[in-house]
């Protein structure tokens, strides 16, 4: 496995915070963590990363233990990006994927709501509730790093790749 495949996570971690229905949220979200404790950006990162670590993973693991061939799920992974792609460049699909984005996100985020995330283990819990309710949402770029992390030599490896995509999410 190259280093690239950590590289190449990382940005998709990035990248998918650009997504329609985690942007607009994040201001609200960082200035929220930083109210709570010095430190709470940093659990809400963490607990973030590691919820889409452990996503990943256990989706990662799945194709591993049922021997997926990997040039499948290649394939697969590389026209869902191409979809999403052309999704995003044509604005009435835009529109259209950004309503059915949204209210399902909004039915996470109304259930994360009642959640009171106070203190740093408070903002960790937000943080992991929070990558498990945006999964639909980064789906593409979640794709791309799992279909990195599949191509690892061993479930460490793959956990590793997944969580350098959850850590480049939450340092977006």
């Known amino acids: 496995m190259e280093i690239s495949a950590f590289f190449f996570s990382f940005v ?9 229905c985690v942007l607009p949220i ?14 709470g950006l940093l659990a809400l990162i963490l607990g973030i990363s590691l ?14 233990a049922w021997d997926f061939d990997i040039s499948v799920i ?6 869902i990006l191409l979809t999403f792609g052309l999704i995003i460049l044509i604005d009435p699909l835009n529109q259209k994927f950004t309503q ?9 985020n109304n259930k ?10 408070g903002q960790f819990i937000l943080g992991a509730l ?5 999964t639909p949402c980064v789906g593409p770029t979640l794709g791309a790093a799992i279909s990195l992390a ?4 061993s479930l460490p490896i793959v956990f590793a790749i997944m969580l350098i995509f959850g850590l480049g999410a939450g340092v977006h």
């Open 112 to 121: 994360v709501a009642t959640y009171e995330a106070t203190g740093v283990s």
């Open 74 to 79: 290649k394939t697969i992974s590389a026209v």
């Open 150 to 153: 599949i191509q690892g030599d």
């Open 130 to 134: 929070l990558g498990f309710v945006w």
């Open 100 to 108: 059915l984005a949204s209210r399902l996100m909004s039915r996470g």
């Open 12 to 20: 998709a971690g990035v990248l998918s915070t650009l997504s329609p």
């Open 26 to 39: 994040l201001p609200i979200i960082i200035s929220s963590a930083l109210q709570q404790s010095k430190n």
């Open 51 to 64: 919820s889409f670590a452990v996503t990943g993973s256990l989706i990662s693991f799945a194709a591993i």
